[in-house]
């Protein structure tokens, strides 16, 4: 069994930061990618940013410049810097990591933290 752990999360005015983590343990052969996602109340749950265990990122279109992935793959965490936040990036943020048990790559997920940014 694999548990991602999230911290980070919290009340914000707008313009301000918040930096994200997540750290994976339990049965890990390796962590392939890793991401952020997040759910607003009524919307769905949408993809922040991704990064792979080679550093390669992608990010969503509305946190471009704005958002930061890294990773620790010694310590099987991922972090989001979030700068500039707006009210509109307020949501619950999940971590997300492809894990690899024995040959084969399951999908884990945080339990959620919550980003309030207020205006």
């Known amino acids: 069994q694999v548990q991602l752990v999230e911290s980070g999360g919290g009340l914000v005015q707008a313009g301000g930061s918040l930096r994200l983590s997540c750290a994976a343990s339990g049965s890990i052969f390796r962590v392939n990618a890793m991401g952020w996602y997040r759910q607003a109340p009524g919307k769905q749950r949408e993809l922040v940013a991704t990064i792979t265990n080679g550093g390669k990122t992608n990010y969503a279109d509305s946190v471009k410049g704005r958002f930061t992935i890294s990773r620790d793959n010694a310590k099987n965490t991922v972090y989001l810097q979030m700068n500039s936040l707006k009210p509109e990036d307020t949501a619950v943020y999940y971590c997300?990591?492809?894990?690899?048990?024995?040959?084969?790559?399951?999908?884990?997920w945080g339990q959620g933290t919550q980003v309030t940014v207020s205006s």
């Open positions: 997300n990591s492809k894990v690899v048990q024995n040959v084969y790559e399951y999908d884990y």
